[in-house]
Structures are given as C-alpha cells and as structure tokens.
C-alpha cells in the first residue's frame, strides 16, 4: 500500500472496550469461546461431504458461511490480542488493510440477493428452477460476487491514506472504523468520508430493495398456493433467509446509514461487535434449526469428527 510521506504517525492505538485488567482477561475468554465456537465451518464440511446438499442454495450456504468466515478473521483475533496487550498498538498499514477486509463485509449483502433469487425460482418457477438455476452458473455468480466485493473499496480507502495524520494517534473503537479515523485526520476529510459513506449506502439501499421486490413477489406466489401445508413449507424455505437479513441490515442500517455524529462511541461498538462476532455465530444456528437436511448432513459431519477423534 502507497502511504502518502506527510503521514507521520506510523501506528495506532485501538481503545476498544476500556475497563480493569481483569474484565479483559474475561472478555478475551469469552470471545474465544465464541470464535471457536462458529458454526460456519460446519456448514462447508456438511455442503461438502453429503452429496445430497450440492444444490444451488446450499452452494451459496456454504459460500455465504465462507465469506462470514474470512470477515470475521479481519476483526475478532486482532481484538482478542488487543484485550491481552498493554500497549494496543496497531500499524498504519494494518489498521488500513483491516479496514478494507471488514468494508468488504458490506458486500455480503450481494449473497443475499443470490440467495433470495434462488429461492424466488425454487417458489415461483419450480418446474424451471433445475435449467435456470445449475450449479455451473451459481458458481459464476458466486465468482462475480466476490470480484465486486474486492474491487468496490480499494479507491476511497486509498485516498484516505492520503491524509495527513499527525496526532493524536487514539481510535476509541476496537477496530479500525472510518468515523474515528477520520476525525484523526489534521485536515477536513468530509468528500472522502461522503464517498465512503454514499458507497456503502448504495450498496446497502439497491440490494436491499432488490431482496424486498424478490420476497414480494416469492410472498405473492405462496399466497395463491391453494393448501396450508404448501404455504407452510414455501414460507419455512424461507424464513431462514429472512431472518439473516433482518439481523443484517439492521445493523448495517446503524453503522452506516445513521451519522456516527449522532451515536455515542459505545453504541458504534456494541452494534459493530454483534455484526461482527455475534451475527456469524447467529447465523449457522438459524439455518441448522430450521432446515432437516442441513441437521441431517450436521450429524454426519459430527459422527466423522468423533470417528477421527477415537
């Protein structure tokens, strides 16, 4: 990364959640339990092994649970380090690339869509849904996704570090945000953090639309099925989904839509956390609860874990 010669500070101080020494101790035991904790590994190992779940939407189960995955590795391990650590010192270089790796995590909503599409096909065109939707073309999908997501980013977060800042070098946050960092900047910085802000918005506004105008319609077509037992088990293919994206955007909704300006740093924090370490954990638990097969693939991947095991 080309950092910009008028930068003179060369590390940062994360804060993170400021009490005694032996809350943090606590604290690193109770994310570290959360961390290893994660579902998502098991959803890829259950996607891979039983031969039954390598359909379209359990592809993109899987590649949703991957992308939570490397995400979740941008922010959790470094906050478990700063709870241990007397110093709490980050590098300019690495709070940058933390930055970029946790922005990226906005484009998770890209998956979402791919997810909701899938499900309006399943609904809405059963007797299409094996040629419209193949394995072949989830895979180019899930490829252009994940092109998308790397490539949204890379310009604004250049020119921030751009900018000149020298002192004081303290985020009151426990990862490198863009409110906090760019308030350390020694000159105004409001184009930057619009461009960043009404990227983000965007991306969160036309996917989100996109998934509503795709559960309106899926909602119109369960409707007209004529039994109780069709709809019942048209809307539980489905609940799942939604779920997911009522815990997801309405924390991205506090993050970036609302002004930082007007929330307390603690809330940022406490929002951030449970979108960043507590929905992955979330998730698995809401997708193996309601879906017999994930269950079903779940306990063979258990019952070869304990075979290994012995």
Known sequence: MNISGRNRLTEFILLSFPC???????????????????????IISAVKLDCWLHTPMYILLANFSFFEIC???TTVPSMMANFLSNTKTISFTACFLQFYFFSISTNETFFLILMVIDRYFAICQPLHYPTL?????????????WGTAFLCYPVPIYFMTQLPFCGPNIIDHFVCDPGPLLALSCTPALGIGLSYSILSSLIIFI?????FGSYTLVF??????????GKHKAFSTCSSHLVMVSLFY???????IIPTSGNPAGTQKIVTL??????????PLIYSLHNKDMKTALR?????????ST
């Open 20 to 42: 005694p020494r032996e809350i943090q101790i606590l604290l690193f035991g109770v994310f570290f339990l959360t961390y290893i904790l994660v579902g998502n590994g098991s």
């Open 274 to 283: 449970f979108y960043s370490a507590m929905t992955p954990l979330i998730n």
């Open 133 to 145: 939707k193949t394995v072949h073309l989830c895979i180019k999908l899930m490829i252009l996704c």
């Open 220 to 229: 119109k077509a369960v409707l007209q099925v004529p039994s109780t037992a």
């Open 300 to 308: 063979k991947v258990q019952m070869i874990k304990i075979g290994q």
């Open 207 to 211: 996917t989100f639309f996109l998934i």
């Open 71 to 73: 995400y979740i590795n």
């Open 250 to 256: 309405g924390t991205l909704r506090v993050m970036y």
